[in-house]
Each structure stands twice: as C-alpha cells, then as structure tokens.
C-alpha cells in the first residue's frame, strides 16, 4: 500500500517487487509518485473499480477539449526533494514545484460523458495499475516504463 494524497492505493505485484528490491518489504520508505492524467476517470464511469481507487475532491478548473474534459484540482503535498528531479524541473521550465505542506496541482483527462462539474464535489477514480513510483535520490524509475504505462 501507498500513501498518496489522492487516497491510499494497492500496489501491483511489480510495484511491491521494486519497492522491496530483494530485501524485504521496504515501509515507510519515501518514494515520488507518478500519476498520468489518462488514468483517472469520473468514478461515476467507471464499472470495475477493483483495480483503483476513488478521490473525493472540488475541481478547480474544469476544460472542455470536445471529446474530453481536463479537470484541475488541487492536492495537498508531501513533495520529496531530488536534485536530479529540480534539475529535470527546471530544465522544462517548472522550476517553482511545490515543496512539502504546500498544495500541488494534479490534472484528470476524463471522458466526454463525466458530470463532473467545476467548482462542485466529484469523485474521480484513478488506476492504480499505473502508477509509477520514483527514487528520490536519483529521479530514477522504480518499475520500468517498458510496460505499456
């Protein structure tokens, strides 16, 4: 299990191997999360929830692209510092990251039919199948990107 501020999410089985890289379950270990904008959905949408989890949240800005919407919210967060990840930051001109105890932006690229509605509760559910996990110290993957997330 993972503690993000969008909920607790089950690790897949690649994920827990990462995380414990062959010495045993690694709790409490700091690690950055990875969380894409495809792979949340209006909870209301989504038939099988089994493999994620639900995020009750107020969106902030809620954009019409046509054959999907792209929902602002914000999260409270517990940002880790990496120099390599600051150095990535800042190299694609995002260099003022939130730190920790201070709120972050996340992005939701949701399906034409959601209700969600800006500026109202909603319940987004995000996979957690594809969540990716990152080393702190190094910026590095913890679960290789060569499978199709």
């Known amino acids: 299990m993972v503690k993000l501020p969008i ?4 690790l897949s089985d690649e ?6 890289g062959g010495s045993g379950p690694s709790s409490g ?6 969380l894409r904008p495809e792979h949340f959905e209006d909870a209301q ?11 009750s949240t107020t969106i902030n800005v809620l ?33 003022d990251i939130p730190h920790a ?5 996340i992005v939701a690229r949701l399906d034409a039919p959601s209700k969600v509605r800006q500026g109202e509760p909603s319940e987004l559910w995000f996979d957690s ?10 910026g590095r993957s913890l679960i290789h990107a060569g499978n199709g997330n």
């Not at 909920?7 to 089950?10: E, F, P, S, T």
């Not at 994920?15 to 414990?20: D, F, G, M, Q």
């Not at 270990?29 to 990875?34: D, E, S």
């Open 7 to 10: 909920g607790d999410l089950k």
């Open 15 to 20: 994920a827990r191997r990462a995380l414990e």
């Open 29 to 34: 270990r700091n690690v950055i999360a990875g």
């Open 45 to 55: 949408l989504v038939r099988d929830r089994s493999g994620g989890t639900n995020s």
């Open 63 to 95: 954009e019409s692209i046509g054959s999907e919407y792209y929902a602002y919210f914000d999260v409270e967060s517990d940002r880790v510092a990496s120099r390599e990840l600051d150095e990535l930051a800042e190299d694609a001109g995002a260099g």
């Open 101 to 105: 105890g201070s709120r972050t932006q």
């Open 129 to 138: 199948r594809r969540l990716q996990l990152f080393d702190p110290e190094s």
